[in-house]
């Protein structure tokens, strides 16, 4: 019902504009020969209303069809909209593709290999798994189950759906988050009796547990059904309670997940691991002694981890039985149907993995990936391996291992039987969670001299390479990011820029991509590493050229110098971000997160490498070379930022910034 009244209603804008401006070219064309009646100048009024309605509409379809979610301008860009969707519709179509080893174009053929695939990947067979005597036990207090199994009220139903982006793809029911939030006062008596029925039932009707799923290709071109990763479209209903769910558990995510996982703990940035990374491996090459860094390669991890696992995890961890209850109702009421070129292939049901685009997916599979961290302390507890330090000298913050979501950084001494405990833990950690470690693309790193690395790389059954390396997308053990790692992000600015098609967008559409994606593209390294200037000078030519032709095949007088260009709206710039201001900020930011973050995991690491008995308020410094830490190299800029802060003395205590 939902398609067909967006067929025949919505999807009918452009005719609805066609016969909204020849109405309106009629009563033109009658006032150049005589003067209009009041009634026919009320209706080009009402007309002129309706077409900037219409034309609105035309615009949020195509903006809707193309999935570009940065454009917030009031500027008419359907040009734009209209050739990104045309685009997103061509890329991911399916045309053909290698099955049992041979290229087919059938189209009913390739829906069957990808039902077959996706259908068989998602069951788990009926054995049971063993799991760890002495797990971590009763972490949730009374009070904290008290208010995970409350009664559900208006009032965190409504939040959960303002929560939410209204634009993300609807699931089999048509219904987006945007109709909810328009709609709320109509629907939301039947949806409060849905939350109702779900409280005491524990499981979703059939026909709202169904969810879609989308193919993305992990690589272009794509050949075979496993270059393709499943992203889930649910239903509304599912989503909004599964949203509810989330925000229940989200002031407890600290308490149950591991101090070593950096993903799902609040408070926490990507960048903080990639930091206490480089710095042990940095404090490790000081210290002279050898060792070795494993980055872990799991396989397909959400579309494989055994719910047994995770079951068990949250029975120890004393999450309440009917919170598990209502966890296990929405898991095992799941039935999926692969969308190949918009086509829906038949719903089957599922016994294992999360669904990629569920709200609570992540924090489920953090739950099965901690089981990875409990056994790599236990082992270290008996001194099975040893970690690098972040202070070798004083054997204090010893990490052993890094998590984010399903990637994983292991640290041990470069001796065999460190790297065979590793191995059998990593094998107790597979038949636990049912995820498989891909030991082919997994590597070991060698830190320092390391002359037994080809017997490790055999024990451990892996390749290995010379650091740096990349962890998270962020270099990983070099003094300062490679050339070529720079070069790569300009080549990938252009390269995103090439697929923009800027010709058929305003100048201040141009204007609001450059900041909200060309200049965002560096962000994520200008966290943590200083850019220099030369790459600067070249993404900033991009942004340039891209501002003024909206395209690199031709280029036009530039207006305006680009000084002017970055200076802000309000002193007569255009606003443009400047790329060095914005490094530098970033960077900055770490002194303001040391002065106001106490107790936070990455502080203790920097505090214990970097101690100052004198102040709180900032680190010590380097002794000796900058060497591989980025902490010695963003305390260089601490200058900069005392001149930007004021500390105001109130009460006998330092109380703002």
Excluded at 97 to 112: A, F, P, Q, T, W
Excluded at 414 to 419: F, K, R, Y
Excluded at 430 to 441: C, D, M, R, S, W
């Amino acid at each position: 019902m939902i398609k067909q009244w967006n067929r025949d209603h919505f999807g009918k804008v452009e005719r609805r504009i066609a016969d909204i401006l020849l109405r309106i070219k009629i009563i033109d064309d009658a006032e150049e020969s005589e003067q209009l009646n009041p009634l026919l100048l009320s209706e080009r009024a009402i007309l002129k209303c309706e077409l900037e309605k219409v034309l609105i509409m035309e615009e949020i379809f195509w903006r809707q069809r193309s999935r570009e979610i940065w454009l917030k301008v009031g500027d008419k860009n359907t040009g734009f909209f209209n050739i990104i969707a045309k685009v997103n519709k061509r890329k991911s179509r399916i045309k053909r593709l290698v099955i049992e080893g041979r290229v087919s174009d059938d189209v009913n053929e390739i829906k069957i290999a990808f039902h077959n695939h996706f259908s068989a990947k998602f069951v788990e067979g009926e054995e049971d798994r063993p799991f760890p005597a002495r797990y971590r036990d009763c972490l949730l207090t009374p009070v904290d189950n008290e208010d995970l199994v409350k009664p559900f009220s208006e009032l965190e139903v409504w939040q959960a759906i303002r929560q939410s982006n209204g634009s993300k793809a609807s699931g089999p029911d048509g219904y987006s988050f945007e109709f909810y939030k328009k709609a709320w006062d109509i629907i939301k008596c039947d949806l409060l009796k849905a939350f109702d029925d779900f409280f005491l039932a524990g499981t979703l009707p059939q026909s709202t547990a169904h969810a879609f799923i989308c193919l993305l290709p992990k690589r272009d071109p794509f050949e075979t059904v496993s270059d393709f990763r499943p992203i889930s479209l649910l239903g509304s209903l599912n989503k909004v309670i599964t949203k509810v769910l989330f925000n229940r558990l989200l002031p407890h995510m600290n308490t149950l997940i591991s101090d070593y996982q950096f993903t799902g703990k609040r408070g926490r940035v990507i960048h903080e691991s990639c930091l206490i990374a480089n710095e042990v491996i940095d404090s490790r090459r000081r210290s002279g002694k050898p060792g070795a860094v494993i980055k872990l390669d799991i396989e397909k991890a959400f579309d494989s981890i055994s719910w047994k696992s995770i079951l068990k995890s949250l029975t120890h961890l004393g999450l309440h039985s009917r919170f598990r209850k209502w966890l296990e109702g929405l898991l095992s009421s799941s039935r999926l149907s692969i969308l190949v070129n918009g086509e829906s292939t038949g719903f089957f049901g599922m016994t294992r993995g999360v669904k990629q685009g569920d709200p609570l997916s992540p924090f489920l599979f953090n739950i099965g990936m901690d089981i990875l961290s409990f056994i790599l302390c236990e082992i270290r507890k008996e001194g099975l391996i040893t970690g690098f330090y972040i202070n070798e000298e004083s054997r204090i913050g010893e990490v052993t291992h890094l998590l984010y979501a399903d990637d994983a950084i292991l640290f041990c001494e470069a001796n065999e039987a460190e790297v065979r405990n590793l191995l059998a833990a990593l094998i107790c950690f597979q038949a636990i969670t049912g995820l498989q470690i891909n030991l082919e693309k997994s590597r070991i790193f060698p830190v320092g001299e390391v002359a037994n690395i080809e017997r490790l790389v055999e024990i451990f059954c892996c390749d290995w390479a010379f650091l740096p390396t990349t962890y998270l997308g962020l270099p990983l053990g070099c003094q300062s990011p490679p050339t070529a790692h720079w070069n790569n992000i300009v080549a990938k600015t252009q390269s995103r820029l090439e697929g923009w098609k800027g010709k058929f967008l305003s100048p201040g559409g141009r204007i609001v991509l450059i900041n909200a994606v060309l200049a965002s593209q560096s962000n994520y390294i200008s966290s943590l590493f200083l850019i220099p200037k030369n790459i600067i000078n070249s993404l900033e030519k991009i942004e340039r050229d891209f501002l003024w032709s909206g395209t690199r095949e031709r280029e036009k007088l530039h207006l305006v110098s680009w000084e002017l260009c970055k200076t802000a709206k309000n002193r007569g710039g255009l606003g443009i971000r400047d790329l060095e201001i914005n490094n530098r900020a970033l960077l900055l930011k770490w002194h303001w997160r040391f002065a106001t973050e106490r107790g936070s995991w990455w502080r203790e690491m920097i505090v214990a490498k970097f101690p100052n008995q004198q102040s709180e308020w900032f680190s010590g410094r380097s002794s000796g070379s900058l060497g591989g830490s980025l902490w010695a190299r963003i305390v260089k800029l601490q200058p900069d930022f005392w001149k930007l802060t004021r500390i105001e003395h109130s009460q006998g205590f330092w109380t703002s910034f």
